[in-house]
């Protein structure tokens, strides 16, 4: 009788203990399927919220355009780092996979996975979008910025002054070549910088690509036409200061010629000291003679080198 007693208090004890393994295992479960739903309504009130921050709102400048792609940013971030929480989903989903209500757990988890995947798509496309804006507006700022710029030089270098005098002329081609290296360094680097600027939206596939490309094409030809102008003024002022040159050299000349012919005396001496003294004087005044006889030589052989070089100047 007592190990009949016994038997059953430990056949009841067993049942006891399943029951109990199997209330603990029923629990469990259902408080990690709670758990699935809770997250999975967290997951989709979250969508639905983030979804509402992606507008198509579209900027108007610059500084609004920076502005939206900095939320943006933030958002973004925000959106890559709960990607954590769909896959601790998906990791619960697994727990869950001999419930039998599974295909009712892996449906609403699909639903919520594809909805992420949406989210995150649309969040791409409108960064790409903003900083479409934010690049074309900054770039054509730069072009503008740019195109006042060649404008200013453009009226030094169209400029028709060629000088008053030897002097002037001096003076105007140190300015202008000052003017034409700060051009072609300081200038050329900015068109440049701008052309890089215009290439990197170009390779990114900018959506504006064909007016990006077209600017480009403006700022180049103008760019081009202004290096000739620039260029063409280098050598006229130049050739201004050889003209110039050759004129004080004649005016000099001239001056020399006089100051000779003044010099000439018919003053044939009283004895013989006076005379030697304008023995002596009229031999230097020969060798001026000859002097000026041979820049006259030098001038006139520079005459017909200027006239060639520069027809109808004078």
Request: glycine letters at 4%; charged letters at 30%; one cysteine or more.
């Amino acid at each position: 009788a007592v190990v009949s007693t016994q038997s059953t208090g430990a056949t009841q004890w067993g049942d006891v203990q399943s029951k109990s393994e199997l209330r603990n295992k029923d629990l469990e479960e259902n408080n990690l399927t709670q758990k699935f739903y809770f997250e999975c309504s967290e997951a989709e009130s979250y969508l639905k919220e983030i979804a509402h921050l992606i507008t198509n709102d579209t900027p108007t400048d610059e500084a609004s355009a920076e502005t939206m792609l900095t939320k943006h940013k933030t958002v973004q971030a925000g959106i890559g780092d709960y990607k954590k929480k769909i896959d601790t989903l998906k990791e619960m989903l697994d727990e869950l996979n001999d419930h039998p209500l599974i295909t009712r757990f892996t449906n609403r988890y699909k639903y919520i996975f594809e909805a992420y995947q949406t989210l995150d798509e649309n969040a791409k496309k409108r960064r790409k979008g903003l900083e479409d804006s934010y690049n074309l507006f900054h770039f054509k700022r730069e072009v503008a910025e740019l195109d006042v710029y060649m404008n200013s030089k453009e009226i030094v270098a169209n400029s028709t002054d060629l000088g008053r005098d030897y002097e002037h002329v001096q003076v105007l081609e140190s300015k202008f070549e000052e003017f034409y290296t700060e051009l072609t360094t300081i200038g050329q680097g900015r068109v440049d910088d701008l052309f890089g600027s215009g290439k990197k939206l170009l390779d990114n596939n900018h959506t504006m690509s064909p007016e990006i490309k077209f600017s480009m094409e403006v700022i180049e030809s103008k760019w081009e036409k202004l290096l000739e102008l620039a260029a063409k003024r280098k050598l006229t002022l130049a050739g201004s200061v050889e003209l110039h040159k050759y004129h004080r050299d004649v005016s000099v000349l001239i001056s020399r010629i006089n100051a000779a012919d003044a010099g000439i005396s018919f003053d044939l001496g009283r004895d013989v000291s006076t005379v030697q003294t304008l023995q002596r004087k009229h031999q230097s005044m020969t060798h001026d003679v000859q002097a000026i006889r041979s820049q006259v030589e030098t001038l006139d052989s520079e005459n017909h080198r200027l006239q060639e070089l520069y027809p109808g100047a004078r």
